[in-house]
């Protein structure tokens, strides 16, 4: 079935820095989403992306939905204490149009 | 609005007892779906539903059982608990055309 790589597993990084992750597939996606898992929390919505090359900000949130349709990043600028969490990419590109998750980006941040 | 509530947030079993996992929206959402997270695993499919009456497998359907008799609710249902289904459970819903789901805080359950 589809499958997407995300990377990286796991990021330590200062307070104030900036954090890029992405996902790549083999196949193409029509949407592309990012989520971020708070401990003990479901995911929640970041940012989606709709079209191929659309470069979209929330905050100090970048995302961009790679030209190919079969990669995309996220970017988070001067990173805070609460950006800790598990960031998800995702894609709807299974069956029915259900979303297919990659395995996640854990952020930890030092103050 | 509650969005989608998830009953109970944690659980232990033993091998072999059956239970339920509710789930309920009130955002009249068409399409519920359950996933389990493991660690470092992301997030597996186990059933979706498109509609009350209509229930459909997903990656990880084994050992589970679904029903949807209502827009609102979803159960999932453990009828021989294993080992293997030690998870956090997420319920998640998104209506018809919509784009991106919105999840359940979850139900973290063990199995000894």
């Known amino acids: 079935g589809q499958q997407l790589n995300q990377s990286p597993q796991s990021m330590f990084i200062q307070e104030g820095e900036d954090v890029s992750m992405n996902c790549t597939s083999s196949s193409i996606f029509n949407t592309w989403l990012w989520y971020k898992q708070d401990p003990g929390e479901g995911p929640v919505l970041l940012i989606a992306l709709y079209k191929a090359g659309e470069l979209t900000s929330n905050g100090r949130l970048t995302a961009q939905f790679g030209i190919t349709r079969k990669d995309s990043f996220l970017n988070i600028s001067a990173s805070i204490p609460s950006d800790v969490g598990i960031y998800f990419c995702a894609g709807n590109g299974g069956s029915q149009g259900n979303l297919i998750f990659g395995k996640g980006t854990k952020l930890s941040v030092k103050p | 609005n509650a969005g989608v509530t998830q009953t109970p947030k944690f659980r232990i079993l033993k091998i072999g007892q059956s239970m339920t996992l509710q789930c309920t929206q009130d955002m009249n959402h068409n399409y519920m779906y359950w996933y389990r997270q493991d660690p470092g695993m992301g997030l597996k499919l186990i059933y979706y539903s498109v509609g009350a009456g209509i229930t459909d497998k997903g990656e990880v359907p084994n050992g589970y059982n679904v029903s949807r008799s209502t827009t609102e609710d979803f159960p999932l249902r453990l009828e021989l608990a294993a080992p293997s289904q030690t998870s956090v459970y997420f319920c998640?819903?998104?209506?018809?055309?919509?784009?991106?789901?919105?999840f359940g805080s979850g139900t973290r359950l063990t199995v000894v």
């Open positions: 998640a819903s998104i209506r018809q055309g919509g784009y991106g789901y919105t």
